[in-house]
C-alpha cells in the first residue's frame, strides 16, 4: 500500500535555536529538490548525510531560508519512507513559511503522531513500542524515562511474543489430537496443555505485579498533604518542591484550581496534588465537605497526613486521619524543634500500621526519612533490580488480565472434562488477547485514537 507524503513541523511552536519541518513518503525528495538549492540536488546525495544550502519560493525565486538539510532515504528511516528533515532558523515565521512551500508542492500536512503511526504500519515497531514513544516524550524523571526507553526498544514485545509462541505451540498440539483422536494422546495432550498454560500465567502474573509500580513511574504517584491549619503543610510542600525543583502543571478541565506539582523523590514521579479547598483552610475538616477536594484525598495514592508536635492531638486531627487511613499514609509529626506537647504514644494508637516520621519543617530535618519512607512504601528497595520491563500501560494491562482470564477458563475446562476443541477456543483468544498488546488484529479505529494522543510532528 503507497502512502502519500506527508509534512509537519517537529519542533515546539515558539523562538528557538532551530525548527524542524519533517517530510515522510514516496516524494519527500522530490518535494524537497523543487524548493532547495545547494551543492546537489537531494536525491543525489547520500542517504544520512546533513547538507547546506537555501529554501527558495519558486514562484518569486526568492531566497527564503537558509537551511540544513537532513536526507533520509527508505527503508532505513524512522518511518521506513523516504524522509527530508529541513533545519530552520528557529521562530514561528521562519518554520511555517517553509512548510508552507511543501504543502503548495503537494504534501498533505501530518496528523498528531502520523510519522510514529507509519512507523508502526510500515511494520519497524509494534503497538507498544509506538505507544512507549509517547512515554518517553512525557517521562518525568529519568527512571521513568529508562522505563519507557527499555519498552521502545522492544522489551515488553519480546515478552509478549515469546507468551504467544508457547500457547501457539499448546493450541498446535490440541490440534493434532483433534485431527487424528485414534491416535489416542489425550492424556499428554492435556497434561501439556496444563503445564505450558500455567507458564504463561506465571509470566503473566509476574508482568501485572510491575504494573502498579510502572504506572507510577509512568503517571505519577498521586499525593495529597493534609492536615489542621498550621501544622506546616505548606512548608513541607516547599520542603519537597525546593529539593526537586517542581514541573508545575494545571489539571486541563479544572477551572485550574487543581495545581499539579510534579517532584522526583528518588526515581519516582510525585504528582503533588493541591486545591484549595485542602490547604488554605480555616476548618478543614469542614471544607472538605467541598466535593472536589475530597474526591481528591479519595483518589490519592499517597497521602501525607501532617501534626504539630507542639500542640497536643485534636478531635480534628483524629477526624481528618479518619477519613484516609485505608489508604497509603505517612504520619508527619512536624515542629520536633519545639516543645514536645503532643503525647507520641497516642500518635502510634492513631496511626496503627502507617509510617510514622517526625520532622523540623524549618530546620529542613527529616525531609530525607520522609522520601526514603516514601519510597520503601511503594518500591521496597527493588527500584534499582535493573529489571525495567515495567508494565505501566493501562491498556497493556486490562488485555493481561483478560489472557490471564481466558486461560483460567482453559484450565476450567480442562479440569471439568470438556471437550478438547473447547479448550482451544480458550487459549487461541488469550493467544489473540495478547497480539492486541503489540498490535496484532486491533481495530483500525482504536490504533486512530491512540495515535491521535501523540504530538504533531512525531
Ligand atoms: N532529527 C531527528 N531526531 C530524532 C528523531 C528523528 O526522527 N529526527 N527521532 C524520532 O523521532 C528520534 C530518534 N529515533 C529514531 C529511530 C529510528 C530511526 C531509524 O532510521 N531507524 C532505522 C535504522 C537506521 C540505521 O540503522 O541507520 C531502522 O530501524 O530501519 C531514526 C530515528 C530522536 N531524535
Ligand atoms: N518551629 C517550627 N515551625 C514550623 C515548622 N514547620 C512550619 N513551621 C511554621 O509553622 C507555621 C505554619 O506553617 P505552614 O507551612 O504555613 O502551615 P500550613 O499547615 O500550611 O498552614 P495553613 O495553610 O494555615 O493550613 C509557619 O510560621 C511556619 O514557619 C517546624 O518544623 N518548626
Not at 220 to 249: D, F, Q, W, Y
Not at 336 to 364: C, F, Q, Y
Not at 422 to 441: C, F, N, P, R, Y
Amino acid at each position: 500500500m503507497e502512502m502519500d507524503t506527508i509534512t509537519a513541523i517537529s519542533t515546539p511552536m515558539g523562538e528557538g535555536a532551530i525548527g524542524i519541518v519533517r517530510i515522510s513518503g514516496e516524494e519527500a525528495l522530490t518535494i524537497a529538490d523543487r524548493l532547495y538549492r545547494g551543492k546537489m540536488q537531494l536525491k543525489e546525495a547520500d542517504s544520512h548525510t546533513i547538507n547546506y544550502g537555501h529554501i527558495l519560493d519558486p514562484d518569486s525565486g526568492l531566497v527564503v531560508e537558509e537551511v540544513m538539510v537532513s536526507v533520509l532515504k527508505k527503508p532505513k528511516t524512522y518511518t521506513k519512507e523516504n524522509m527530508v528533515e529541513i533545519n530552520c532558523h528557529g521562530g514561528l515565521t521562519s518554520v511555517n513559511r517553509v512548510l508552507q512551500l511543501i504543502l503548495n508542492q503537494g504534501a498533505r500536512l501530518a496528523e498528531p503522531g502520523e510519522f510514529t503511526k507509519r512507523a508502526f504500519l510500515n511494520g519497524r515497531i509494534d503497538l507498544s513500542q509506538a505507544e512507549a514513544v509517547m512515554d518517553l516524550i512525557q517521562a518525568k524523571t529519568d527512571r521513568a524515562m529508562n522505563v519507557a526507553m527499555k519498552q521502545v526498544e522492544g522489551k515488553l514485545s519480546k515478552r509478549i511474543q515469546i507468551l504467544r509462541q508457547t500457547l501457539l505451540e499448546t493450541v498446535a498440539n490440541v490440534e493434532v489430537n483433534i485431527d487424528y483422536p485414534e491416535y489416542d494422546a489425550d492424556e499428554m495432550t492435556l497434561e501439556l496443555l496444563k503445564e505450558k498454560s500455567a507458564q504463561v500465567q506465571n509470566e503473566i502474573g509476574r508482568l501485572l505485579r510491575t504494573a502498579e509500580q510502572g504506572k507510577i513511574l509512568r503517571d505519577g504517584l498521586a499525593t495529597v498533604i493534609i492536615g489542621r491549619p498550621n501544622v506546616g503543610k505548606s512548608s513541607l510542600l516547599n520542603s519537597l518542591v525546593h529539593e526537586n525543583k517542581a514541573i508545575v502543571t494545571d489539571v486541563p478541565g479544572t477551572t485550574r484550581d487543581v495545581i499539579e506539582e510534579y517532584v522526583n523523590i528518588r526515581g519516582i514521579p510525585l504528582k503533588l496534588l493541591d486545591t484549595a479547598g485542602i490547604r488554605d483552610t480555616e476548618d478543614v475538616v469542614e471544607r472538605l465537605g467541598v466535593q472536589r477536594s475530597r474526591q481528591l484525598m479519595i483518589d490519592a495514592e499517597l497521602i501525607l497526613f501532617v501534626v504539630d508536635y507542639n500542640e497536643e492531638l485534636t478531635n480534628a486531627d483524629v477526624e481528618l486521619f479518619n477519613l484516609v487511613k485505608d489508604q497509603d499514609t505517612i504520619v508527619i509529626v512536624n515542629k520536633r524543634d519545639l516543645d514536645e506537647k503532643i503525647n507520641m504514644d497516642e500518635v502510634k494508637a492513631l496511626a496503627g500500621e502507617h509510617p510514622i516520621l517526625t520532622t523540623s519543617l524549618v530546620m529542613d530535618e527529616g525531609v530525607d526519612e520522609l522520601e526514603e519512607a516514601i519510597r520503601d512504601l511503594f518500591f521496597q528497595g527493588d527500584l534499582d533490580s535493573g529489571d525495567l520491563s515495567y508494565v505501566s500501560n493501562a491498556r497493556h494491562i486490562a488485555l493481561l488480565h483478560q489472557a490471564d482470564q481466558a486461560i483460567t477458563e482453559a484450565l476450567t475446562a480442562v479440569d471439568d472434562g470438556m471437550p478438547v476443541d473447547m479448550v482451544q477456543i480458550d487459549i487461541t483468544k488469550a493467544w489473540e488477547l495478547l497480539g492486541e498488546v503489540i498490535g496484532d488484529s486491533v481495530h483500525e479505529s482504536l490504533i486512530d485514537q491512540l495515535f491521535a494522543q501523540f504530538c504533531l510532528g512525531k
